[in-house]
């Protein structure tokens, strides 16, 4: 899986040069248009301070109080059976209905077992390839006001079960537990 | 169901630290985990100003809809219902785009206007139309690049390589995308299977 390893060390890198390049190609006043995209990401930081502070406390209160632990007793067999680690169960739950919910568990997790553990990489890959089902539906089906949904809810969460289930692979396979 | 699972964790913590005698230890981490989330909020200002920048002049250059173009053909076969040169499919095409450099807000009002598209479409009805469907399909699961805040995250944690997991984020993500895109055909072949019957 070394190039899987390549992408993560290079695709950012590449990714600055030919935009930069590719905008100063095009005549686009890089720096200028740069510094105005910017201002947006001072905007979403500070947007998603209430989410988390929100979520944190509630899964820290749930955390500090014992009961993760004992819920933990009760999911892990399960999890064992069929090979999934119990600690990011919650977190496959929560990141099907609310993608800043899901935002503060993986921050939860990163910060109680370290961002470069086995929990911690497979927190973070689980975070960042899937989006929120539920949301997605809400937003879109609800701003054009359709009301009868078809087969998008079943669809929308079979396919997060399947993108959890790769991401479990993808992450043993590339860093090993 | 957000509001249920936020309330139900804080209430159940709560009535569990009072039967086990551990309502010290929530007092500290009601404290210490807002004091978290303020911090790991504004560690992430760092990445999403650098990339939203990097962003604003790849748009500006045109380079995002020169991937839209380059998407075209692929969304037209996965859309087989919209009609060639519909505004729908360049909405859907914009939308997958944003969604994949993780420009989530840009990529809202993208699908929105997608939907819009596709209800017209479908004649103005309230129930999904099988486009509708598989654009949502593909949304839950879009395709990402680079996933900025989860590595900032890592970043705050002080990860020896925070974004180590852009590979593994790329393939998770891709192989979930073409797996939504057959379950949704798969959903599909089972309506129409069963309109035969009647």
Redesign the interface.
């Known amino acids: 899986m070394a ?7 290079w ?2 890198p590449a ?2 040069v030919f ?2 390049l ?2 100063t ?2 005549k ?1 006043p ?1 720096y200028e ?10 905007e ?3 947007s ?2 209430p989410y ?16 993760l632990d ?1 819920m933990m007793e009760v999911i892990e067999p399960i999890a064992d059976a069929i090979g999934l680690p119990a600690e990011v169960v919650p977190l496959a739950a ?1 990141r099907t ?2 993608g800043t ?1 899901a ?2 568990m ?2 939860d997790l ?2 109680t077992y ?3 553990s086995f929990i ?2 497979l927190a ?11 949301y ?2 809400t ?3 609800g ?10 809810l ?3 969460i ?3 079960i ?2 959890f289930i ?2 479990v692979f ?2 043993l396979f ?2 090993g537990r | 169901m957000v509001n249920v699972i936020w309330v139900m964790m804080a209430v159940i913590g709560i009535v569990f630290a009072a039967a086990n005698g551990t309502m010290d230890e929530v007092n500290k981490a009601v404290f210490e985990s807002a004091k978290e989330a303020v911090t790991i909020s504004i560690g992430m200002i760092s990445i999403l100003v650098f990339w939203l920048g990097l962003m604003a002049i790849a748009e500006r250059a045109g380079l995002l809809d020169r991937a839209a173009r380059l998407f075209m053909p692929l969304v037209r076969r996965l859309f087989p219902e919209i009609p060639p040169g519909h505004p729908a499919l360049g909405y859907i095409v914009s939308n997958m785009v944003a969604n994949m450099f993780g420009l989530g807000n840009a990529a809202t009002p993208m699908g929105i206007k997608a939907m819009e598209q596709l209800k017209k479409l479908n004649g103005g009805r309230d129930e999904a139309s099988r486009s509708m469907v598989t654009f949502l399909a593909i949304n839950t699961s879009s395709i990402t690049l680079i996933p900025a805040t989860v590595i900032s995250i890592r970043m705050t944690y002080g990860s020896a390589a925070p974004g180590e997991i852009i590979g593994t984020t790329i393939v998770a993500s891709t192989i979930s995308t073409i797996g939504a895109v057959l379950i949704d055909r798969y959903y599909y072949w089972k309506r129409t299977r069963k309109g035969r019957k009647r």
């Open positions: 190039i899987v390893h390549i992408l993560s060390v695709l950012i990714l600055i935009i930069l590719y905008g190609v095009k686009v890089t248009a740069f510094v105005e995209g910017g201002k947006e990401g001072i979403i930081a500070f998603l301070i988390l502070v929100g979520m944190l406390v509630s899964v820290a209160i749930f955390r500090a109080s014992g009961a004992a929560l209905l609310s919910a935002l503060g993986t921050t990163i910060a370290g961002p470069d911690g990489r973070s890959t689980i975070q960042g390839s899937t989006e929120t089902t539920l997605v539906l937003v879109y089906f701003a054009v006001g359709v009301k009868k949904m078809g087969d998008a079943k669809v929308g079979l396919a997060d399947l993108s790769v991401s993808i992450v590339v860093f």
